[in-house]
């Protein structure tokens, strides 16, 4: 007789005329519609990469109640639904074996957040609070689906269990996660679920969601915590503990289970993170397509990482979730689907090398996967022809020890030689238990559909800024809006922005806070200071800049994933404009600047202006102000500059400047001096080479001349004044000759 085939798909059914298996497209004895064969290429193998992003610094969240001190239990009655008949979907279960493995089915609820049921409270000063308990007996795990979400701007959404409060999802703003208004949380352990809606005292319109529908986990989400120190099932099955097998290790944390929903019910899988060539962390994940066959599927997806035990045959490992993808590639023929994981991934995670060489008959094979949602496994076997008929699409695969079960679905198959990932588990024969342990099993072919998805494989996608990575390698950026950015955990984004004296630069990034959060830095020159930093926050990020300098200069922006944050990609967009919001002074007038009438100095005055409590002065040997520098500032409306060489000619400019900032003053029209020191001998005041009675007669006659004096009135020191000191320098030096 021959054995009944069942496959991980609900799709496979019995042909006519022949027990055959019946894959996504059709009996695999027509292979009609099947992609045909690629030519030969040349074999390519990447190595496994392991991330060394660091945990999260991130504080824990911290919900409305526990922030605003509110004990709600007394007003916090339960919304109770009625029992599942288990006996009945246990039942169902075994008489007709789901493929995917279902685990839990959906309910009607509709509360929303508007039902009276819901415990409300007012804080004054501050805000409301709506919440409310959804309690199903019996549920291993529950979910929710929310629609219609119109949260409020500055309220918030929180999703939780009782039992762990420190492991709530949210806050979700705007329409959602996926900014469409409908979403499923993640999944709670246990029985009860409470949702917490806070809503500040400023915002006038409360927004609204809906709770529309529960999934119902029925099957065991946690596994027990063996008694006997063993795995589960109990040690002697034919399961074996992937953490026994040290080879395979941390390659193993590739591997997630992941419940999805569809058609009214809740299923399980397994998947493995692909790594790309250029080893850049992007999340791509390969499972089976009849596990993750669409976009909307996708989009309900749950991940379970390290859901696996601590060590070998160990206690239970802490593991952690990720949800929301969307679906890249897909292909019946081969049953394989690759998705882009969208939430925040955890640290510490792999991402499996691959390779496209042909398997030989008999080489040796394994597979990790979550056979019945249990912690991950692994099982050892040799390749043989697919034993079903359809070679160029599947492997076939004899199982020696350990063996694949439902929930196996979507999981990965690898070379025992070098760790290399080749396939992905589609189908396997009944029954699928350790009563039939060897299989065998079909793994769709990566070498074959290689091709179809080597673009997504190279590198993650990348938006037309790349590459931008460092400060020295930013690209220039100018007003305007910017769209579908992608940054990288390995590689962040860098962009120049030049501004004005005066400018004034308003910059939005705008990213899913869900799927990761993005920091941004603001620096004032390339490996210069940062002046502005947003880190840790909210949807959007603001730099508000002005530039106070006197010539354009260069600004840095840098836009990045913090070691911090739980995420190894995201999307984003910048939307930024400048404005020069300067309001300068009037440029000062009559500038004057003395023309020989000192020694080794030019006096400079000028015209006062309104408003102004200080004055630069600029000079430069051209009349040209973009060669001029500054020489010194003064509160009044003159300068002496005794920098200057005797008889050179030097143009200067005034500048106008209060305290406030881009107030200042353009620079004035430019005026020429020179200074000029008389030539011969100290006290020779009339030029003949004689200090004698002329001399002294001229000065006696300027004798008392206070303020404005030059040195041919007999002001020797040159101090302004004809006085006493001038006449005992000249006495000093009477009846002498100049040499």
Known sequence: MVSQIVGFSSRIAVCAQSVVVVLAFGCVTTLAGVDAPQANQPAIGVPYHVSDRSPSAAPGPVLPSQRLRLDLTAELVPIVLDAV?????????????????????????????????????????????????????????????????????????????????????????????????????????????????????????????????????????????????????????????????????????????FYFQEGGDTYLCSGTLLNTEAGDETPYFMTAQHCAAS??????????????????????????????????????????????????????????????????????????????????????????????????????????????????????????SNNAYIGVASHSEMPQDCTNPDGPSGYGKFKNMYSSIASYLAAGSEDAFTPNQTCATAQLAGPGFYDNLVIKHIAEDWFEIVLNPCDELDLVMSHNNDWGDLDIQFFDACGGNVVVEKLLGADNKTVEYTHEGDTPQSYYLRVFLGDGDDDTRNEYSLSFDITNVGSPLPAPANVQ??????????????????????????????????????????????????????????????KAHNDEPCTDSDFSDSDSGYSYCQPGCLGDLDGDNDIDLADLAQLLGNYGMMSGAVYEDGDLDEDGDVDLADLAALLGVYGTTCP
């Open 295 to 416: 976009d909307t599927v996708a989009a309900t997806m749950v991940a379970y990482w390290f859901y696996q035990t601590q060590y070998c045959d160990g206690p239970n490992a802490a593991y952690q979730q990720s949800s929301y993808g969307d679906v890249l590639w897909s292909s019946g023929a081969f049953d394989m689907s690759l998705v882009m994981l969208k939430g925040p991934l955890p640290t510490g995670l792999s991402w499996a090398g691959w390779d496209t060489d042909d398997v030989a008959t008999g080489e040796d094979l394994a597979g990790i996967s979550h056979p019945n949602g249990y912690r991950k496994k692994i099982s050892f076997g040799d390749k043989i022809m697919h034993p079903w008929g359809d070679p160029y699409h599947y492997f076939g695969v004899s199982w020696t020890s350990g063996t694949i079960m439902g929930g196996s679905s979507g999981s990965g198959l690898y070379r025992v």
């Open 85 to 257: 008949d288990l006996d009945e979907l246990t039942a169902e279960d075994a008489a007709a074996p789901q493929s995917p493995m279902r685990v839990g089915v959906n309910r009607p609820l509709g509360v929303a957040s508007t039902d009276g049921r819901a415990a409300y409270r007012v804080v004054p000063g501050v805000g409301s609070l709506w919440s409310v308990e959804i309690v199903s007996p019996g549920a291993q795990g529950l979910r929710l689906l929310l629609s219609n979400v119109d949260v409020t701007e500055g309220a918030e959404l929180w999703i939780y269990s009782p039992q762990s409060p420190q492991a709530a999802e949210g806050p979700h703003d705007g329409s959602g996660p996926l900014a469409t208004g409908e979403f499923w949380t993640k999944i709670f352990a246990g029985e009860r679920v409470c949702v917490e809606y806070f809503v500040p005292e400023d915002v006038g319109d409360e927004g609204f969601f809906l709770i529309e529908q529960l999934a119902y986990i029925y099957r065991t989400l946690e596994p027990p915590v063996p008694t006997d120190g063993g795995d589960d099932p109990p040690r002697g099955s034919c399961l074996l503990d992937v953490m026994c097998y040290t080879a395979w290790h941390p390659l193993h944390n590739a591997t997630a289970r």
């Open 593 to 654: 600047a003395s023309d020989g009438d000192y020694c080794d100095e030019v006096h400079v005055s000028w015209s006062s202006v309104s408003g102004a409590t200080e004055y630069s002065i600029w000079r430069s040997e051209t009349d040209n102000s973009g060669t001029a520098t500054q020489q010194g500032t003064s509160p009044t409306t003159s300068f002496v500059d005794g920098t200057t060489a005797d008889s050179v000619t030097y143009y200067y400019w005034v």
